[in-house]
């Protein structure tokens, strides 16, 4: 009879059987799988049979959130990364190598300054930094070198619509891929591979998580592009945690119904933010004197143009940081898509990299207040935005 320690490990190890699916997915937390013989755990790990070998190679938990954002997305294959940064970082190195170059707009997510600065610069990929909305600009920029063109949907912080059909017409035209971030949109919102797009991230700590309380990312798109970003994401250890998988599975469940909230609560601030005290301007898709207005009721879904607005406040640097100390049912924090309503002032946080002269270039200012406008009730929102945008209050 084996000893006590060797059944204990033994008996608490035993998957149950469980004939009824559960209604949830299970949080596979476990890092390996047990194997029949050497040569099965060398053909999973060379995924060349299904299954399982090693939780950063693949997990269950994983496998079922890749497929459902990869349905939800209309791609061929999915990935499930460790956060936004993971997913983003996959999919360019992925792509590009020394000597290549990839377009990025001139208004982007300030994680991908710092990965072209701290990564890309060193590994020899140049970039070149393009006010995307205007086609003509990213025609120009594409040369030889030129491999990805990177998109955001609605960009951070500024909330410019890309013209993802057109310019994914015109960077494939010169053998060009287009890799498009989509969480400001959200799947519920827009889905960019049916814009012509080859792969699109997430950071599902944003929309779809949803709550403020996990940290993922995602890459979708067709099973050869995706496999090529596992790769990378294998060797860089960023795959998925199992429960933040599980958590990001649960927030899909709810995206449609809060993302209609977040846009409906949106707009209603946004309209009343325009020509308050205080604000010079209010950038959000869903007004109708938004530069790309037009575009976002054209390609987004049910006329829902998200949860972000970025504002202008008259006084500058100083109106932006009295506005944050005022908030009282918004939070000031980074980070945005979630319940509650996240202020943060780019110049000093998601875009703290950029000089003065590069954040006009991106079109914003030290005055500039992101906004991701949650869940609560809109005439409470409305109440402490105006109030804290109010000058001197
Ligand atoms: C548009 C956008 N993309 C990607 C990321 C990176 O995501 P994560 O923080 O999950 O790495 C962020 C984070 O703020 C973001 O706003």
């Known amino acids: 009879m084996p000893g006590f320690s060797t059944r ?5 190890s035993r998957a149950p059987d469980a004939p009824q699916p559960p209604v949830n997915v299970p949080i596979y937390q476990t890092s390996t799988f047990e194997v029949g013989d050497a040569a099965e ?8 049979r299904p299954g399982h070998s090693y939780t950063r190679y693949s997990n269950p938990t994983h496998a079922a959130l890749e497929e459902a954002i990869a349905e939800l997305e209309g791609a061929g294959a999915g990935l499930a990364t460790a956060s936004g940064m993971a997913a983003m970082h996959g999919v360019v190195l992925s792509l590009l190598r020394s000597g290549d170059e990839l ?14 600065g701290s990564i890309l610069d060193r590994s020899g990929i140049g970039h070149r930094s393009v006010d995307t909305t205007d086609p003509s600009l990213v025609e120009a920029a594409i040369n030889d070198r030129t491999r990805l063109l990177w998109l955001e949907t609605i960009s951070n912080p500024t909330t410019a619509v890309a013209d993802i059909a057109a310019l994914s017409e015109l960077a494939h035209a010169r053998g060009v891929m287009v890799a498009v971030d989509n969480t400001f949109a959200s799947p519920a919102i827009a889905n960019p591979l049916s814009l012509g797009a080859d792969l ?3 950071s599902t700590t944003k929309y779809i998580g949803g709550h403020s309380d996990l940290m993922g990312g995602a890459v979708v798109g067709a099973e050869d592009r995706v496999a090529a970003v596992r790769h ?6 960023g795959n998925a945690a199992p429960f933040e998988a599980f958590l990001a599975l649960r927030g899909l469940k709810t995206l449609a119904l809060r993302m209609e909230r977040h846009s409906a609560n949106a707009l209603a601030v946004a309209e009343a933010l325009e020509g ?10 869903g007004l109708v004197d938004h530069p790309q207005h037009e575009l976002a009721m054209r390609t987004f879904h049910d006329g829902m143009a998200g949860g972000m607005l970025a504002i202008e406040l008259e006084g500058g640097r100083a109106h932006g940081e009295a506005f944050l100390r005022r908030v009282r049912v918004a939070v000031h924090a980074t980070s945005l898509g979630s319940v509650e309503t996240l202020v943060s002032h780019p110049a000093s946080s998601s875009h703290r990299q950029l000089a003065e002269d590069d954040l006009a270039a991106a079109g ?11 869940l609560e009730d809109a005439a409470d929102l409305i109440e402490d935005l105006v109030g804290a945008a109010r000058p001197g209050a």
């Open 200 to 202: 699109v991230i997430h």
């Open 41 to 48: 755990l060398a053909e999973l790990l060379a995924f060349e």
């Open 276 to 285: 308050a005290p205080g604000v010079a301007r209010v950038l959000y898709p």
């Open 8 to 12: 204990a490990i033994r008996a608490a």
């Open 103 to 116: 377009i990025v707009p001139s208004a982007v997510y300030g994680g991908m300054i710092g990965l072209i």
């Open 232 to 237: 990378i994401v294998i060797s860089a250890g």
């Open 364 to 374: 914003m200012s030290v005055g500039t207040v992101r906004i991701s406008i949650g």
